[in-house]
Each structure stands twice: as structure tokens, then as C-alpha cells.
């Protein structure tokens, strides 16, 4: 007997190919979960019916989510069919189609499992919504409320749209300044680097609320007549930039600190200054890579504008608070959540988008 037949035979004898793992256990759990969403839906639309007065118009809404919440016994269906294939080939010895079959049958299963899942969550939150005789619904989207505060509330609105455009123009400028001093080179710029330092720390460090307490109550009583003549608008712009100022210029300063040295190195050999290499150089590819950190920090100052509802600025949320103290209902603010998630959905999934640009000219798609 060869050494290599010894070590073959012997030694190292060829595994029995295993069996697939079987579909069953996953279908089972699938169904379980097809026939927890179908009950769940069904009491759900009974809720939405019945809160409703067996309008035509809801109970045609949970008929069509009780058909949709059917979906899921269609893929759990399947895996049950893949798994008796999976025991027929099995049977016959087909051990590789029998692989692909469960496979197929337990991504199935899996695809089961997802959609009952999320048409439990819907149906729960239906049923929570319409609890109590509608307590929740008639408590936050009352639609007579809503359509009362609907066009005061709009107005003021505009007011937080128009806050958060000034400050945004404002921080970006101020925050690439503040980033572009902390980062000035050699002694000359210490004590440059150390005001921009202590100022980017005690921003970062006092509430947005508390810097607009400040600012618009605290700066007309200093007595100075260009405060005490400035309106309460502007001086939450003013709050709010300096709160953001800090948190942009720290992301300025990472895209300036992700950029090469020696594209600095080379700029300043081609007989460009320091102000030339900045501004040729290295702020047009910084500017280029923080552009999604950007726009979410912008997104945090958009909703952060209704935070001048305390200062006493006419805004959104404070027109919506005096309705709501008048009518005795939530609606108008759960309108102004609206406003806001209308204005910054577009803005996150665009940022989605640039994230995903930029992951792919990286890879060289």
C-alpha cells in the first residue's frame, strides 16, 4: 500500500456528503406568523370600522389590509411545497437539487416571516391608534382641529423655513472660518487656534435651548439700541449660528484633515501660498467629501428652529401650542411634525443619495 493511499484511506477518509437542512421548522414558524397577521389585521380593521361608523370609505381601507396581510401565506405556502420537494429528491438521491430546493424553500419562509412581521407592526399600531374608542386618534389627528390651525400654522411655518435658510447660509461661512483658524500653522497662530478651540467647546457644550434663553431674552437687556431694536427672529438666528457654528466647523476641519499632506506639500513647491492652497486646493475637496455630514447637520438645525417657540417667537410650534390651549387637542402640533417631516425626509434620503455616490466613484463604479 502507497503512502498516498494510507494517508487517503486511512488517515483522511472522504466525508458522506450531509443532507440538506429541512425547510419545516422555518415554514412552521412562518405560518404561525401568516395566521398571527391575518387575526391582528382583521381586529384592526374592525377598530377602523367601527371608529369610523362603518363609513364606506374605512371599510373599504381594511378590507384592502386584510387582503395585503394575505400576502404572507403566499411565499410560506411555497416553502412547504419546497420542502416535500426537498424530501423527493432526497429520497431519490439528488442530493444537489435537493440543496437548491431548500434553499429556495427556507428564503421563502424568510420572505414569509418579513411581511408578517411588518403587518403585525401596522396592525399593532392601528390597534393602538383606535384604543379606547379612538382615544389616541381623536386625541393627535383629529382632522377638524387640523383643518381650523391649518393655514396659521402654514404661515408660521414659513418663519421656521426662513430662520433655518439664514442661519445655514451664516454657519456655513462662519464654520469654515472658525475650522480654517483652528488649523492655522506654527506659533503665530496659537493664540488664534485657542479662541476658535474654546469657542467650538463651550458651543458644543451648552443646549441650543439655553444659548437662545441667552441670546433673546439676555442680549435687549444689555441696553445696547442695536439689540434692544433687533427682532426676536433675529435673535434666534443669531442663537441658533453660533450653536452650529461649532458642531460645522469640526466638520470642515475633519474634511480638511482627510486630505494628503502632500497635496499641500506639492501646492506650496508649485509657489502657492498658504490663503492660495486653501482656498485652490484644499477647501474644494473638503467642501466636496463633508457635503452628507453637512446636510444632517443642517437637518438638526431645520428642527431645532422649533425650539424659538420658547423665546416667544411666532414660529409653528408656538401658533400650534395657542390652538392647542384654544381647542384642547393635539392635532395642530401633530401638524407642525408633519411640516417638518414633509421638509427633511427629501433632505435624508438625499444625503442617502451622496453617501452612496461617493461610496461608489471610491470603488471605482
Given at each position: 500500500?502507497?503512502?498516498?493511499s494510507?494517508?487517503?484511506?486511512?488517515?483522511?477518509?472522504?466525508?458522506?456528503?450531509?443532507?440538506?437542512?429541512?425547510?419545516?421548522?422555518?415554514?412552521?414558524?412562518?405560518?404561525?406568523?401568516a395566521?398571527?397577521?391575518?387575526?391582528?389585521?382583521?381586529?384592526?380593521?374592525?377598530?377602523l370600522?367601527?371608529?369610523?361608523?362603518?363609513g364606506?370609505?374605512?371599510?373599504?381601507?381594511?378590507?384592502?389590509?386584510?387582503?395585503l396581510?394575505?400576502?404572507?401565506?403566499?411565499?410560506?405556502?411555497?416553502a412547504?411545497v419546497?420542502?416535500?420537494?426537498?424530501?423527493a429528491l432526497?429520497?431519490?438521491g439528488?442530493?444537489?437539487?435537493?440543496?437548491?430546493?431548500?434553499?429556495?424553500g427556507?428564503?421563502?419562509?424568510?420572505?414569509s416571516?418579513g411581511?408578517?412581521?411588518?403587518?403585525?407592526i401596522?396592525?399593532?399600531?392601528?390597534?393602538?391608534?383606535?384604543?379606547?374608542?379612538?382615544?389616541?386618534a381623536?386625541?393627535f389627528?383629529?382632522?377638524?382641529p387640523?383643518?381650523?390651525?391649518?393655514h396659521?400654522?402654514l404661515?408660521?411655518?414659513?418663519?421656521?423655513?426662513?430662520?433655518a435658510?439664514?442661519s445655514e447660509?451664516?454657519?456655513?461661512?462662519?464654520?469654515?472660518l472658525?475650522?480654517?483658524v483652528?488649523?492655522?500653522?506654527?506659533?503665530?497662530g496659537?493664540p488664534l487656534?485657542?479662541i476658535?478651540?474654546?469657542y467650538?467647546?463651550?458651543?458644543?457644550?451648552?443646549p441650543?435651548?439655553?444659548?437662545?434663553?441667552l441670546?433673546?431674552f439676555?442680549?435687549p437687556?444689555?441696553?445696547v439700541?442695536?439689540?434692544q431694536?433687533?427682532s426676536?427672529?433675529?435673535?434666534?438666528?443669531?442663537?441658533?449660528t453660533l450653536?452650529y457654528t461649532?458642531?460645522?466647523?469640526?466638520?470642515?476641519r475633519?474634511g480638511?484633515?482627510?486630505?494628503?499632506?502632500?497635496?499641500?506639500?506639492?501646492?506650496?513647491?508649485?509657489?502657492?501660498?498658504?490663503?492660495?492652497?486653501?482656498?485652490?486646493?484644499?477647501?474644494?475637496?473638503?467642501v466636496?467629501?463633508?457635503?452628507?455630514?453637512?446636510?444632517?447637520?443642517?437637518?438638526?438645525?431645520?428642527?431645532?428652529t422649533?425650539?424659538?417657540?420658547?423665546?416667544?417667537?411666532?414660529?409653528?410650534?408656538?401658533?400650534?401650542?395657542?390652538?392647542?390651549?384654544q381647542?384642547?387637542?393635539l392635532?395642530p402640533?401633530?401638524?407642525?411634525a408633519a411640516?417638518?417631516?414633509?421638509?427633511?425626509i427629501p433632505?435624508?434620503?438625499?444625503v442617502?443619495?451622496?453617501?452612496?455616490?461617493?461610496a461608489?466613484?471610491?470603488?471605482?463604479?
Open positions: 500500500m502507497s503512502a498516498s494510507l494517508v487517503n484511506e486511512e488517515l483522511q477518509p472522504t466525508p458522506s456528503p450531509s443532507p440538506p437542512r429541512s425547510v419545516y421548522g422555518l415554514a412552521v414558524v412562518a405560518l404561525v406568523l395566521v398571527a397577521v391575518t387575526a391582528v389585521m382583521v381586529k384592526a380593521a374592525l377598530m370600522r367601527d371608529y369610523n361608523n362603518d364606506w370609505v374605512s371599510t373599504t381601507v381594511g378590507v384592502v389590509l386584510v387582503v396581510s394575505l400576502y404572507a401565506w403566499v411565499p410560506c405556502a411555497r412547504f419546497a420542502g416535500r420537494e426537498r424530501g432526497l429520497a431519490k439528488e442530493l444537489v437539487p435537493s440543496r437548491r430546493v431548500a434553499a429556495r427556507r428564503e421563502e419562509a424568510n420572505i416571516m411581511y408578517a412581521a411588518a403587518g403585525l401596522v396592525a399593532g399600531l392601528m390597534i393602538f391608534l383606535f384604543a379606547n374608542s379612538g382615544g389616541v381623536s386625541t389627528f383629529a382632522i377638524e387640523i383643518k381650523k390651525s391649518f396659521q400654522v404661515h408660521a411655518f414659513w418663519t421656521n423655513i426662513w430662520v435658510c439664514v447660509v451664516l454657519v456655513l461661512i462662519l464654520g469654515l472658525v475650522a480654517i483652528r488649523m492655522l500653522p506654527g506659533r503665530a496659537m487656534r485657542m476658535a478651540i474654546v467650538c467647546d463651550v458651543f458644543r457644550a451648552i441650543a435651548i439655553v444659548v437662545i434663553f441670546i433673546v439676555g442680549l437687556l444689555t441696553g439700541h442695536f439689540f431694536t433687533m426676536g427672529t433675529w435673535l434666534g438666528i443669531i442663537a441658533l450653536t461649532a458642531y460645522v466647523s469640526e466638520v470642515y475633519a480638511l484633515a482627510s486630505i494628503h499632506p502632500s497635496q499641500s506639500a506639492a501646492a506650496r513647491s508649485l509657489g502657492l501660498g498658504y490663503v492660495q492652497t486653501l482656498r485652490t486646493v484644499l477647501v474644494p475637496q473638503a466636496r467629501r463633508v457635503i452628507p455630514p453637512l446636510l444632517n447637520d443642517f437637518i438638526s438645525l431645520q428642527k431645532d422649533a425650539l424659538l417657540s420658547t423665546a416667544a417667537v411666532a414660529e409653528a410650534l408656538l401658533v400650534s401650542k395657542l390652538w392647542e390651549s381647542l384642547f387637542n392635532s402640533v401633530v401638524l407642525v411640516f417638518f417631516i414633509i421638509i427633511t433632505q435624508a434620503r438625499f442617502d443619495y451622496l453617501i452612496d455616490r461617493d461608489a466613484r471610491r470603488a471605482g463604479k
